[in-house]
């Protein structure tokens, strides 16, 4: 049985005292109104925030995330943030591949191999982010598209190195726009998902996989989501950033 994942990717949002106040207020009002959610949570605030939340969940089951890592593990590349720099604060997750890296930072298939292996020398679990655009939906290009983004990163790793990877499915016209792919769309990419991970893994791997949508979950379609066979939580932007809608999302 695979566990629920909830995390919330809170992108290049909150200053040092909504991050530590939410996280406070979160804390208590799980504990308060005894919320029980059975998942795990992971929570991605910005890097400077990384070490403070961490430091307040200590002790808890939540967990932080941070959103991205640079590909090399030191040296002159101004501006950027290596994987021993996190892990030396304790972060032990990253998101990798997800859209807006892809779109905005030119970040292509090779450089997120290069991440990959790095995370995975520093022994990260990685969230990894795959999903069609809208151009490539409306072409019925969804499955080749994630297959291919797959196979050029994620599947150059090793059976040992895949226990370290969550998936993220994210149709890239789903992001931000209120705009949710439906259940039977997103479970059947899901399915295909899996499936992939099957051929080149086996049955072992593909059934532990942990496989999560992303693209505009509320507290409304959450629990709709996370009821689905093959969707095993959800990577939450804009509703994970609403303290009352999250509460609700991760009690989905
Ligand atoms: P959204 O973002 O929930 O605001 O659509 C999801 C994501 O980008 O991970």
């Known amino acids: 049985m695979r566990k629920k994942t909830v995390i919330a990717n809170w992108k290049m949002n909150y200053d040092f005292h909504e991050t530590t106040s939410f996280i406070r207020n979160f804390l208590k009002f799980v504990f308060e109104r005894k919320i029980n959610h059975n998942k795990e949570i992971i929570i991605a605030p910005s890097f400077p925030f990384l070490h403070i939340s961490n430091q307040i969940l200590q002790g808890t089951t939540l967990n932080i995330a941070a959103q991205n890592i640079y590909q090399k593990d030191e040296g002159a590349y101004t501006g950027e943030v290596s994987a021993p720099m996190l892990k030396s604060i304790g972060v032990q997750k990253v998101i990798l591949g997800h859209s807006e890296r892809r779109e905005f930072f030119f970040e292509k298939n090779n450089v997120l191999l290069e991440k990959i ?21 409306s072409n019925n290009q969804q499955f080749e598209v994630v297959k ?36 039977e769309q997103v479970q059947t ?59 609700k999302i991760v009690e989905s």
């Open 117 to 137: 292996k790095i995370a995975l020398k520093y022994s990260f679990n990685i969230i990894f982010c795959v999903g069609e655009s809208s151009i490539e939906r």
């Open 148 to 183: 291919n983004q797959l196979k050029e990163t994620v599947f150059h790793c090793s059976s040992d190195e895949i226990k370290f990877f969550h998936i993220a499915y994210e149709p890239v016209w789903a992001i931000g726009t209120g705009t949710t792919a439906t259940f």
């Open 189 to 247: 990419m899901h399915e295909f998902i899996r499936s992939l991970f099957f051929k080149k893994y086996g049955e072992n791997i593909s059934n532990k996989i942990s496989i999560l949508y992303g693209g505009s979950i509320n507290d409304f379609n959450a629990k709709n989501f996370f009821s689905q066979k093959d969707i095993d939580g959800g990577l939450v932007g804009k509703s994970s950033l609403e303290l009352e809608k999250f509460l």
